[in-house]
């Protein structure tokens, strides 16, 4: 378990709270004073870890594209929440740049064109919800008309998984289709909802989704790029239009899983041929706990369900990976503090099982590993881990300052920050 330190137990709650949101305000100044600014927009050179430069061994320095992952909408969706508590001009005027930089580099993403966290859809979503709390017209007419696009986007630029499918993007536009209903919404809801039914694998036990062409040992299980987050999105999916066939693919992927379920390991195990990523690892099977894959984001996918649907099953389950993710859950084990696949991305899980389970000490476990961070960030000098596992500048949501950023936003206001990790 983390160390508390003793400072953090004798600080007030009001000087505790201010503690987070100052911490969240520094690393946006700090995120502003390096953006790159050109008349109305705005980007970074930072680091990036695109898969298809496979030659390169190590993360390398880039102009960042316009995504939610690892992008500028991202980054603008922080900036965004973060004037709204600040009320910094300078974070607004760089978060509309921001925003104006991705919404203008839409045409440049090649894979996952469809994506919350890769494409069009986080894209548009970041932008509508930038323009409700700016108050912007402009913000809000761009999203919707991105999403428009999407309506008439060709089938065959779908996927299926959390990261850059259908799985991320429905939980997003059914949140959009609540607030902006319109029929090609609707229609866009029900091709992908049936693109993922139609793409499930029968097995044994319940069904799963082949997420990989290769590289795998069996259908994925996880949140990030696994069964997980197709089935949750199919539940949130089933759920919103009252279809039944959607809830009862989603509770078949769940049962998958759980028959992969390693009691020796209170884990579900990667399914990945981790010979392509860790060399000598062939013969093992691994088991990971992050929010992209492993028990903490399977525990998240759970903990909703179990929400949605009153299965105790599927209360058990979450509460194993609760119970994991505990184990778990220090810098050490993790090596990094972002949110796909650091320790504020697990913090996710304990925040929401803190709620869903009715357990304060999940919260005060997140919290002390939130006054951690400061302690070594703000007191020590020392820049916060990054999930490029180095030291170079990363002011992106998911593996870097943005999302770190947020996460305090999080734990200064939960009620509202809504999380970006988990969508409803």
């Known amino acids: 378990m983390p160390f508390i330190p003793i400072l953090f137990l004798t600080f007030k709650s009001k000087t505790v709270q201010e503690a987070y949101l100052n911490t969240a305000i520094r690393l946006g100044n700090r995120i502003c004073r390096d953006a790159i600014r050109h008349q109305d927009k705005c980007n970074w050179i930072a680091a990036t870890t695109e898969t298809n430069y496979k030659s390169r061994s190590e993360p390398y320095y880039r102009a960042l594209k316009g995504d939610w992952y690892s992008g500028t909408s991202g980054i603008a969706y922080f900036l965004a929440q973060l004037y709204c508590v600040s009320r910094e001009p300078l974070h607004r005027k760089i978060a509309e740049e921001a925003m104006r930089q991705a919404l203008d580099d839409v045409e440049n993403i090649r894979h996952g064109k469809l994506g919350f966290y890769t494409g069009y859809t986080g894209i548009a979503y970041a932008a509508i919800r930038l323009g409700e709390q700016l108050e912007s017209e402009e913000f809000i007419d761009r999203g919707l008309d991105l999403l428009n696009r999407m309506h008439r986007m060709d ?55 082949k997420t990989l062409e290769k590289g795998t040992k069996a259908n994925l299980t996880g949140f990030a790029h696994g069964t997980s987050g197709i089935a949750l999105a199919l539940l949130e999916l089933g759920h919103f239009q009252k279809n039944e066939a959607y809830i009862e693919a989603a509770l078949a992927g769940f049962a998958y899983e759980e028959s992969h379920f390693s009691e020796a390991e209170q884990n579900w195990p990667d399914f990945r041929d981790m010979s392509m990523y860790l060399p000598g690892e062939e013969e093992k099977t691994y088991y990971g706990n992050a929010w992209c894959h492993g028990a903490p984001g399977i525990g998240l996918a759970r903990l909703r369900a179990y929400e949605l649907t009153g299965k105790e099953i599927l209360k058990t389950y979450a509460q194993r990976a609760v119970n994991t993710t505990i184990d778990h859950f220090d810098l050490t084990s993790l090596g990094n ?14 925040l929401y099982a803190s709620e869903t389970l009715q357990d304060k000490t999940y919260r005060e476990l997140v919290e002390s590993a939130g006054y951690e961070m400061i302690e070594q960030v703000e007191r020590k000098g020392t820049p916060p881990a990054n999930g490029t596992q180095t030291e170079y500048f990363t002011p992106d949501m998911m593996l870097g300052l943005a999302g770190i950023g947020y996460f305090y936003l999080r734990l200064y206001d939960a009620g509202q920050f809504e999380s970006v990790l988990m969508l409803t």
């Open 155 to 209: 089938e065959s630029d779908y996927n299926l998984d959390m990261i850059d499918g259908c799985a991320g993007a429905i939980p997003a536009l059914i949140k959009l289709a609540r607030n902006y209903p319109s029929d090609p919404l609707e229609q866009l809801l029900d091709r992908m909802g049936s693109y993922l039914l139609n793409r499930a694998v029968d097995e044994p036990h319940g069904c799963s989704w």
């Open 337 to 350: 503090y972002s949110l796909c696949h650091g320790l504020f991305g697990n913090a996710e899980t304990l």
